[in-house]
């Protein structure tokens, strides 16, 4: 299975999400969250297909088979969690035609 980037992390417990861009963001992004990883935690890609990190082949890091697919409005609501967390206003306003675009606003944001 191919993830279609963009994509983020979700990890258990958190709110705050990690954008990443491509395939050498997720490669960075991984090495530094591998040793906190819990079994819930989720890599969500443009196509709303969710995997297991846990169970990510290292080597490759090829991904496991699909552990969930989310909806537009489900990922909608987790990126207003991720604003709020970090105290941005106007959280509720956010909305977004795809899910590429939605994510797209977290990386607008990691530029700001």
């Known amino acids: 299975m191919m993830i279609q980037y963009p994509a983020i992390f979700k990890f258990t417990g958190q709110d705050e999400l990690i954008y990443l861009a491509d395939?050498?963001?997720?490669?960075?992004?991984?090495?530094?969250?591998?040793?906190?990883?819990?079994?819930?935690?989720?890599?969500?890609?443009?196509?709303?297909?969710a995997y297991l990190l846990d169970q990510v082949n290292q080597d490759s890091y090829a991904l496991p088979s699909l552990f969930q697919q989310f909806e537009l409005s489900e990922l909608t609501a987790l990126v207003h969690a991720h604003f709020f967390a970090?105290?941005?206003?106007?959280?509720?306003?956010?909305?977004?035609?795809?899910?590429?675009?939605?994510?797209?606003l977290l990386a607008d944001a990691d530029e700001a």
């Open 23 to 49: 395939s050498s963001s997720f490669g960075q992004q991984y090495q530094l969250q591998q040793p906190y990883l819990t079994p819930e935690d989720l890599l969500i890609d443009a196509t709303g297909q």
């Open 86 to 104: 970090l105290a941005q206003s106007c959280v509720v306003k956010i909305q977004a035609p795809s899910i590429p675009a939605l994510f797209g």
